[in-house]
T-cell receptor
Framework: DAMVIQNPRYQVTQFGKPVTLSCSQT?????MYWYQQKSSQAPKLLFH???????NEADTPDNFQSRRPNTSFCFLDIRSPGLGDAAMYLC???????????FGPGTRLTVL | GESVGLHLPTLSVQEGDNSIINCAYS??????FIWYKQESGKGPQFIID?????DKRQGQRVTVLLNKTVKHLSLQIAATQPGDSAVYFC????????????FGAGTTVTVRA
C-alpha cells in the first residue's frame, strides 16, 4: 500500500563521505520534492522536479544534488556531508503544483 | 519570515476531549490549505485539506475551518485519542511563490490519559 517509499530509513555516514538517498512512488505523480527537516522544525524545501524539469531553491547548498531518472524514482545526493546536514530527509510527490503533496516516511541521516 | 504560523507550539489535551489547533496565514492570495500530522520519526501524514472557496470541511473526527476575512485556519479533532499525539503542521499553497508549500512552525499535541 505504500505510495511514497524512501530507502534507507536510517543512514549513517562519515563526515565528507558521499551519500545517496532514494525515493520511489507508485502514484505516477508528475512532481517530486525533497525536503530537509531538522529537529522541532518544519520541513524545508531543497528542490523539486516537475517531470524532468529541475528547480533548485535559492538557498539549497551546492553540496546537495538530485537526480530523477524516471517518473517513479528520485535521488538525493549529498556530496560531502557535514555535521550540519544531519537531519530527516523527506520525499514528497504531487500530481501538480496545486494538488496535495504526499510524503514518504523519511530517511534519518546521521553524520559522524 | 514564514507566511503560515501556528498560535501555540504545544497543546495538552485530556483523552476524549476535543482539540483545536490554530494557524494564521498572511498571504490573502493563498487558495489551498493542508493539515499534516507528523508522529515521531515518521513523515508528515495528510489529514485534511480545504480550498479557499470553502469555509468548512469535515473528515473522520476532524474538521478544518477557514476564515479568509482574518486569514485564520483551524483543525478540530473530536474525541481526542492517544494516537492523536503528534506534531501538527498547517501548510499553505502559495501562488505568489510558485505554489510551493509554506509550512507553519507546528503544534505538538500531547494527549493525557
Amino acid at each position: 500500500d505504500a505510495m511514497v517509499i524512501q530507502n534507507p530509513r536510517y543512514q549513517v555516514t562519515q563526515f565528507g563521505k558521499p551519500v545517496t538517498l532514494s525515493c520511489s512512488q507508485t502514484l505516477n505523480h508528475n512532481v517530486m520534492y525533497w525536503y530537509q527537516q531538522k529537529s522541532s522544525q518544519a520541513p524545508k524545501l531543497l528542490f523539486h522536479y516537475y517531470d524532468k524539469d529541475f528547480n533548485n531553491e535559492a538557498d539549497t547548498p551546492d553540496n546537495f544534488q538530485s537526480r530523477r531518472p524516471n517518473t517513479s524514482f528520485c535521488f538525493l545526493d549529498i556530496r560531502s556531508p557535514g555535521l550540519g546536514d544531519a537531519a530527516m530527509y523527506l520525499c514528497a510527490t504531487s500530481s501538480s503544483f496545486t494538488d496535495t503533496q504526499y510524503f514518504g516516511p523519511g530517511t534519518r541521516l546521521t553524520v559522524l | 519570515g514564514e507566511s503560515v504560523g501556528l498560535h501555540l507550539p504545544t497543546l495538552s489535551v485530556q483523552e476524549g476531549d476535543n482539540s483545536i489547533i490554530n494557524c494564521a496565514y498572511s498571504n490573502s492570495a493563498s487558495d489551498y490549505f493542508i493539515w499534516y500530522k507528523q508522529e515521531s520519526g515518521k513523515g508528515p501524514q495528510f489529514i485534511i485539506d480545504i480550498r479557499s472557496n470553502m469555509d468548512k470541511r469535515q473528515g473522520q473526527r476532524v474538521t478544518v475551518l477557514l476564515n479568509k476575512t482574518v486569514k485564520h485556519l483551524s483543525l478540530q479533532i473530536a474525541a481526542t485519542q492517544p494516537g492523536d499525539s503528534a506534531v501538527y503542521f498547517c501548510a499553505e499553497n502559495n501562488p505568489s511563490n510558485d505554489y510551493k508549500l509554506s509550512f507553519g512552525a507546528g503544534t505538538t499535541v500531547t494527549v493525557r490519559a
